[in-house]
């Protein structure tokens, strides 16, 4: 716990110091253990111009234990199903050097990058592997409509 | 003139005598002729040679004291090298096999030199450069390179250390690090004159000498770790290296987050991060440093059963404390304690000749085998799925199958078919009849128990024909009675299929609709059961 605490509140002063353009990271009450944030979608892919909300939960455990991710914002995506989970095999290798801002990296990877071969929605990624046009407008249509 | 620079020598030689002490420097008698093998040979172990040296010298000094001309003796000075971070010995075994293995610290070379009359104002002083970790050709480069930093008049040996010390690797171009190959050692080669490959008898080329130069690194550097400063990689605590963990792959976090480490992962086990937490770095605690760090015993015992798992071994059914070796061919284990052999399949006691009841689901690849909730792995692990999709993968083997079908070596393009990724069993009809395992699987909407053996009855998928696992019979969901085929539902008022109009349930009957979720269906008997879960 207190080494949750401890560590947490680097990383956060560290983030509010020099932090990322394209993420706005606060913390929900004065909990340390939960943050939100919100990620601009990637420039060229077909979350351009959203905004997604994600609620990062840390456990008693961090860093030894990954945080919890979770999209708040509805999105068309192969790794993330309708509630927000993300696969757990995209954190399966978690290590307690990595910090929030390596968890963050990594949602923004797999939105530019998404991986079917990992999916949690397997419609979706059925649709990304064989049509990426309907795939890409269905993702840009959530985008305009939940993702403001 | 040679007065004056005879006086230079002997207080040239008391200072480095009070830079580097006994410890490093030593001085001997110059020999008849200088002998360079026999020199190499005595220096390529630390240790024994300071014993020798100083013998000689001690004897020596005692006989002929301070009047023993500075001419006549040789002087050596061990150099430790400062190496760059992340440094590595990459070892050629041939053109394509080569591998690297980072390390701290290189073993000392050694710095012979003696003072000719005409040093320091006309000449420079005679050196003899030895190391086991050099070739001979780059050694006389060095040497060629410290003869051409000699300026007239200049005491020059320290410079030449502190070079050698600092220079020395970023001058042969090994930044990165030394290359150990297995070109033989030219013995014959001219250059012995001038250096020498401090080896033992039966070496023959530089990688003779990587055993020494990881025994060397591996007590060195424990050696300096513990003298020096770290800093923790994930609490980024900076304390000295006594409060730190050093790990086998030379990795370090600070001795608080290696307990966290232990403890939290085995507490939720997740054995598998009880590892060196760098990233990308595969090396797992040694359990010494497990032993150190765990909290509460029962936790350590629990690791312990999972190397012992991971090494392919399967807990003996017999004897408590036993361990079997699993025989894959038979799908027999064996265990070295009680010698008891039992199928790893149905669990019973070995039985070749004879078909299992349990190998056989449907046609699907026979690697993997359904033991109710739980399936069994040809490496004779038993896995159990807690959450998550249909894609195992066997955390002993390493082999992907399907939850559903036990198929092996398969990947996400399986699902979708016949298989979902995301499905819970019961909800799958299989269909097949016949097999006791795979019958009556639906989505389960109601329970009772049996009128007869008080055993709970599932009904699936709103069935009204159930099957009781306790009798081995068939009966009717709503009056209870045995039944054969679907003749009962023609003769009387029960339906086949859902809640009739005119039917009173009684407290035994409960319905799962809505949020309520439904127990674990029971595939199998009973006493198949206990054993697994014993």
Known sequence: MANATKRLQREYTDLVKAPPTWVNASLVGDNLQKWKASVQGPEGTPYEKGTFNIDIDFPNEYPFKPPTIKFITKIYHPNINS??????????????QLKVTDVLNTIRSILVDPNPENPLDAEIAQIFKTDRNAFNKTAKEYTKKYAK | MDEENYSYQIQEIEVLKSIYGEDLFSEQ???????????????CSNDSDDSDDSDGSDEFNSLSLEEQH?????????????????????????????????????????LLFSFPSEYPSNKPPKLFISSCWLSLGNMNLVLEHLYSIWEKDELV???????????????????????????????????????????DPSWVSLLSALPTLRSYNSHEGRRL??????????????????????????????????????????????????????????????????????????????????????????????????????????????????????????????????ACNFTKIEGAVLSKFYIGQLRVCLCGALIERI???????????????????SKSNIDYDHFGKKCQLFEIPGERNRGGGGNRVGRNIGVVDASTSCSKCRQIVYRHSNTNSVYCHGCDARYCFLCKVQIKGTRHFIQTSCTQNGKPDSWKADRTYKFYGGNETA???IYINQDVRHQLFR
């Open chain 2, 387 to 405: 959450s998550g999709c249909n894609k195992m993968t066997c955390s002993v083997c390493n082999t992907k199958f399907c939850w559903l079908c």
């Open chain 2, 225 to 354: 770790f513990l003298l020096n400063s770290q800093v923790c990689s994930i609490c980024d605590y900076e304390g000295c290296g006594q409060e730190f963990t050093l790990f086998n792959c030379l990795h370090h976090i600070c001795n608080d987050c290696v307990s966290n480490i232990v403890n939290i992962n085995i507490k939720s086990n997740d054995f598998s991060s009880v590892k060196c937490p760098e990233l990308k770095c595969k090396e797992s605690f040694d359990l010494e440093v497990v032993e150190k760090f765990i909290e509460k015993k029962e936790d350590l015992k629990r690791y312990e059963d999972y190397l012992k798992q991971s090494k392919g071994l399967v807990r003996c059914l017999r004897c408590e404390r036993g361990w079997s070796h699993v025989d894959h061919l038979t799908r027999s284990t064996y265990c070295t304690s009680c010698y008891y052999s039992f199928c790893i399949v149905c669990r019973g006691p070995f039985h070749p000749g004879v």
């Open chain 2, 519 to 521: 127990p674990e269906p």
């Open chain 2, 29 to 43: 008698l110059i020999n008849d002729k200088h002998q360079s093998h026999d020199v190499g040979q005595q220096e």
């Open chain 1, 83 to 96: 509630e927000g989970q993300i696969c757990a095999e995209v954190f399966s290798s978690w290590s307690p």
């Open chain 2, 157 to 199: 040996i320290f410079k030449y250390v502190d070079w050698l010390k600092t220079n020395l690797l970023q001058f042969l171009q090994f930044e990165k690090g030394i290359v150990l190959d297995n070109e033989p050692v030219d013995f014959e080669s001219a250059l012995w004159k001038n250096v020498g490959w401090d080896h």
């Open chain 2, 70 to 110: 500075i001419s006549k003796k040789s002087f050596n000075i061990k150099i430790s090298i400062d190496i760059p971070k992340d440094f590595q010995i990459i070892v050629k075994e041939d053109q394509e096999n080569k591998y690297t293995q980072s390390i701290l610290c290189l073993p000392n070379i050694n």
